[in-house]
């Protein structure tokens, strides 16, 4: 996106970091930060461009090596590969996809077996055969499809995110940050679906 963009631009230069952590936009001037999920801040604008959903996956060879996985009590005995930075236990919450089978919405307590904080990492480690991981969808559907991991309990979601782009707000906002969230909008949820429809 931003190459395409810098086409369209020539003089447009841009600094692109990637981080994990919350950065502060005013004090580390910042212009836009791309953020996933919900935002707390209301003195912030946000501006939604995809919303995607989270896949439960595993490799094919930990699912074979694995005790059967038929609801998500069983997760709890599983080797759990999460995102975080501890191996404290986590909660995982899975909505049925077909309510008519009049199953209700459950949660069940994961200990990690592997924690880290960086997906594309999660991704590796779980078609390494390390365990089960809740994966962004727009990540993995290319390696489900090939049959590299395949989906555990693939009736159950275990949610969905969003991707957002955060500035200061209208007045702090120039002609060119104006021009790359407009490029963004109409570039970004394109290509995200279509990563969802190749799988």
């Known amino acids: 996106l931003v190459i ?17 952590r919350y950065v502060d936009l005013l004090r ?8 996933i999920g919900p935002h707390a801040d209301s003195t ?8 995607y959903g989270i896949h439960l996956v ?19 005995s599983h080797r759990a590969i999460v ?3 501890d191996c404290a236990p986590q ?11 009049g199953r209700a919405a459950g949660s069940v307590t994961v200990t990690p077996h592997l924690a880290l904080n960086d997906f594309s990492g999660i991704l590796s480690a779980t078609l390494a055969g390390a365990g089960i991981s809740r994966v962004p969808s727009i990540l993995c559907v290319e390696d489900v499809a090939s049959g590299r991991l395949v989906r555990v309990l693939p009736h159950w979601s ?3 995110d969003s991707i ?25 949820p394109t290509r995200l679906a279509e990563r969802q429809v190749r799988g």
Request: hydrophobic fraction near 40%.
């Open 91 to 101: 909660t995982w919450s899975l909505t049925p996809l077909d309510r008519l089978t």
């Open 28 to 35: 580390e001037d910042i212009d836009v930060a791309f953020r």
């Open 58 to 76: 595993a490799s094919t060879a930990y699912v074979a090596g694995a005790p059967p996985i038929r609801t998500p009590a069983d997760l709890a």
């Open 44 to 51: 912030l604008t946000v501006r939604t461009f995809a919303t």
């Open 158 to 160: 275990p949610g969905s």
């Open 164 to 188: 957002s782009a955060i500035t200061l707000g209208r007045r702090n906002t120039s002609r060119l940050q104006r021009l790359f969230l407009d490029h963004c909008a109409d570039h970004l």
């Open 4 to 20: 395409a963009f810098q086409a369209r631009h020539p003089n447009a230069r841009v600094a692109l970091t990637s981080t994990e």
């Open 83 to 85: 995102f975080g930075t």
